[in-house]
């Protein structure tokens, strides 16, 4: 027998045969219907309004949730409700998923918030003489599960919990498997992660509200272990010479993330208990370190790692400053020197499901190279040097109030500054900027040579380019320049082929897509194929925070991408020395 | 294409189909061949030797596995083996899996030896240059995993083991998904677990061998909790008053065990590191005591416990001086006053899959009351009181050197002492024999008291049994008694329609029946049907500890349990009251 279903609010009508889950009809409607506890009855985030058609009874269960939610007597959780003739309905707002873009440029998919940290609010019934279940059973019973995981110390905090509260508790599942919080009354609302960018020089930390999807706040530092060396390769190299550098280093990050933390959390009054999920992109390096993973065998040939992909590990073993028994999920790194920070990167511009070919290139310290075409799956990397963060640059300096971030050149140079604050260096895109235009006015040869043969550009009076800086860039330039060419060569693809480009890393919005060219630090391509994505990698562990099918599909495609080592490739040294002459010329190799 | 496959070692024939594997057609003859690893070609326990038919080539992995074993080139691993013809096989003997009598007494059916924890030895290919492959990657590839959990700390000294064995490693795995331990070289051999039984007044700690399944060594103390109270009831009131106490009660216990695992593993210069697992079997109050669970809701009605089943625990949390990284998995509860150690004798005695019907009664400080029949699994109890072990009896003491343990008389009386010492004292046996013998002969009345009126009655020159005493044996006999007519009653099942009557407890063997029967305290039925299973509590925790396929059976079939509380029942002070006349007439209701 086939009924009908007008879903008001939506304007569509379907067809349904007796005995369908309203639920399921909703959802093949496409409409994205909540179904936060995968139709269990028990989040009461799928109510409709039941217009016309029956209203079966409610149970005690649905009773509660409709009271908790102040709903009127006329509707009805889509996922209990079997469909037993014609139907009309509204669907309100607050019963539809909830969704997010992780990329602020909206280049990627909307996801869809399914943490594994969820929170559920309890009214327990008491234990009584005649059915004396256990406190854990009713809980278990509640989520209707034979068994819930617990920590030894949250069990025997739960039977003054439930005393405390009347039984009516907020329970945090992960992965609707295990108990990581038994709070007093409804806390549903306090449910937050942290998604951390671990990058060699900057360090962001960022709270998100896991039901809502949101970024509450964000808090960036230096990374303090530039104290030990400004790159990955002087820090392996330190951690490797003597076992307690390996704990200095360890020591240094974590105290550091913890601060930031604190400082985090303390500004939006959110309590530490109230953190329960943390995900961590890092590169290779950076994420051994983090946990004090020996990195000696990153330093040497046939420079592999200890691990790639790791389960989610206690918060408490990394002392972060967070729910007892918190998580924390290092992003799978994808080879030693393409590590969680591109994993993430790639997640968040979903390039695992793109058609066509794309370049995902990270200019950071370490500059990574991803080719995806419709065959293959491409990762490399190349040491470009710190010089785009302005290290090992005489006035060089980190994208903070002062720097010159932007120049241009029309009739006079203009020169614009971060806070609009009287100019105290130059961070990496003002940099590539300066280069250009010295370039392009013949100031700068080239060769890279000033033409001059003078030692220094003024750019201020007391800032200034000289020709040492010039040879910096030039060589993190060719690093990425010659990386790019020769994973194309590779491939046999030209440059025209790419569909699109992404850059990621620190430059942002910043960085002029012609001044790059004109260096040769992206291949001379239609600009509009070029996109800036920004910190992907914070954005990728937003994505990994808020979904438990992001942590499972990353896990998969890293496994499909295949490494090419191109400092091992005897070529790559002549691309490198032909990458050293500025700009983008096509008889270049 | 019909082949025939002769298994010349056990005299069989059977018939195969091209491309059979050869492991699941001797599984299908009936022949217990060993599966450790569940078929993936890992541990090399399945080696079968080709005496007719194809020989196909070793991979390296196969190659590495005959060397170990020291086998002839015509073996081959029957988990990996295609049939493709005509086959004779020999099956040796170190091919067909171990299984170990869990009761001495043979009454239940032999247990296919699978641990949760098992281990490995790995000949792993160090990373090369062209496949730079994570340290731990090396060891999933090998057991063809795409991930394995491992903890942070084991993570952290994978590199430096490797490299210090050359990449020869043995791995303990738990549930074959969990890396447990990383050990250097060849390991297998030590594997090892501990059964613990955890009763109100004794303590027994024994060391099993995980790969043979045998007892190496068992270690006996009393429950040192005693100091805190005698009985369950005067512990859980001691931590009911004050937190403090329920501390002092777990840090009791766990220090007494932990020096009788340091003595067990000593005396047998087993390494802590080699102890990866233990089972504990206790009843409710002990299991939350031991977890320092607290204990209030089981004081007060309606008197529920706090959890019922538990996943394994790490072990570390409570102290116990195992591998760091090593599980304990506490039996579970089958309801308040019914606890693991029941649990874990009924999985000793197979009674969940017996045909019939049958009692199962645990004589302790508490009297544990199971009635098994084809449609009900009935459990009860009945605080017997700590009379049974010696305790409140002015002469009584624990079964130990120089108890009385047994006494009849002929023409005179005669004891038998334990270890033939001079008489210390009466255990609980000897105290039935003796209140029997003195009915029998009238010195007592079946009213319980002395026939002329006497405070005592001599037993030895320093020893006699007093009217209080008495008393004390009249009121535990009675709370059995009365527990075993009412659940027969209530069931409408008469004392002959049994089929068995398991009796567990520290009594053992040394109870005499037809005195146990005279004083009431078993029912008068054929003595044929009594069968003494001793401490089967500790032979359930062996059980549990060597079969993962039994720790999922007993959460199964506690659930199936029904509890039914005698003590609430106002029916139950009448039969009691009844019941303390000793002996079973059938009057009685």
Redesign the interface.
Known sequence: MAYSVKILSHDKKISATKGDLLADKIIDAGIDLSLYCNKKGMCGKCFVEIVEGALPTLDEREQNLLKQRQLSGNYRLACKYNIQGNLAINIPEISILQKTLILKTGIQLPLIINPPVKKYFCELKK????D??????LIEKHFRK??L??D?GL??E???LLEKSGYRITVALFKDSEIMAIESGDTTAQNFGLAIDIGTSTLVVELIDLNQGTSVDMETANNSQMAYGLDVVSRITFAFTDPKNLDKLQDSIIQTVSGMIRRLLKRNTVHPLNVYDMVIAGNTAMNHLL????V??LAV???????????E?PAT?LRFPINKTGKAYVVP?I??FVGGDISAGLMATDLPIRKGTYLFIDLGTNGEIVLKTEKMFIATSTAAGPAFEGMNISSGMLALPGAIFKAEKKKKLTLQTIGNAAPRGICGTGLIDLVALFIEDGTILPSGAIADKSKAISVTNKIAITQKDIREIQLAVAAIKSGIRMILKIFRLRKEELDGVFIAGAFGNYLNIENAMRLGLLPAIDPEKVAFIGNSALAGARALLLSQEARRKT?AFI?KIQ?I?LA?DPQFQDYFIDALEFGDRSDQI
């Open positions: 234990p009584v003489l005649g004396p279940r256990s406190s854990l059973e034979k068994s995981k617990i030894l069990l025997n739960l039977p003054g946990l004090g993973t020996p000696n065998s040939s046939p420079f592999h790692a200890v691990f790639r992909t790791l389960p590990l073993q790194n080879k030693s896990e496994r490494y080592s091992t």
